[in-house]
């Protein structure tokens, strides 16, 4: 029962079809960010390598967002057509958890980190708790300062709870502020063992996301819907102008 994964939230994009804990095959590559372009045959070279057509699925599950506002349409959109044409079970997971993923096994506190410019990250706090890989906080927006600080925070619990007081940042958005996160954070910083630990993978969007599906927890894929936690900013321009009576030209 082999279920199709897509991710095009960031500059990687990433497709995987797997089962309840078997993983069949993973395609991702990183070298551009015209996913509209690629998806397609990546998609199609990696069923064709797995002999699999694409009938033989039995759901997709697509990674929702945050991160860039085209790239997350561009997934979301296949998905939605692929569940319809199909007549199979759609469920979005947030692009997060599956970056957060690769450190499911650190002690650490882990912090996934897609760079939204300004000083700001898309981002999400995980940590594993009674042998369970939990999301602790909702996805948010958050400028550095103020991620530095609830980070920190969180520090204060786990030192309470005695925990290890460390936290794990993964993503673009850790290596983009690498110096200052190291420099605030201080001892407390660790950062992804390798490249490959900075990127989305579609696989492990199937490991969140195929429980789910079993569990009968599926998104209606007519409605179905991104998350972006803020607005393109033409819809931002567009909303001030109205909020101040005016019209954009």
Not at 66 to 88: E, N, Q
């Amino acid at each position: 029962m082999p279920y199709l994964a897509i991710d095009t939230a960031t500059q990687t994009l990433s497709v995987a079809v797997g089962e309840q804990g078997k993983l069949l095959g993973e395609a991702t590559t990183q070298l551009s960010k015209n996913h509209s372009v690629k998806m397609m045959p990546l998609l199609e070279g990696l069923m064709s390598n797995l002999d699999l057509a694409p009938d033989t699925l039995q759901g997709i599950v697509v990674g929702r967002g945050p991160g860039s506002y085209t790239g997350v349409r561009i997934a979301v959109t296949a998905a939605k057509a692929f569940a319809m044409a199909l007549k199979i079970p759609l469920v979005g997971v947030s692009s997060l958890d599956a970056l957060a993923r690769h450190g499911a096994m650190s002690d650490a506190l882990i912090v996934p980190m897609f760079d939204a410019r300004r000083k700001q990250a898309y981002t999400a706090f995980y940590e594993v708790q009674n042998g369970e890989f939990v999301k602790i906080t909702d996805d948010q927006l958050m400028v550095l300062d103020d991620l530095i600080k609830a980070i920190n925070s969180r520090m204060v619990v786990r030192r309470l709870d005695k925990r290890p007081v460390k936290v794990l940042l993964l993503g673009d958005g850790a290596q983009a502020h690498r110096e200052e996160l190291r420099e605030r954070l201080g001892e407390k910083a660790l950062f992804a063992p390798s490249p490959s630990h900075d990127f989305v993978r579609a696989a492990h969007l199937l490991e969140a996301g195929i429980p789910l599906i079993e569990a009968g927890e599926a998104h209606d894929a007519a409605t179905f819907a991104p998350e972006y936690l803020q607005l393109v900013e033409a819809e931002k321009k567009w909303l001030e102008a109205q909020g101040a009576g005016g019209k954009t030209e």
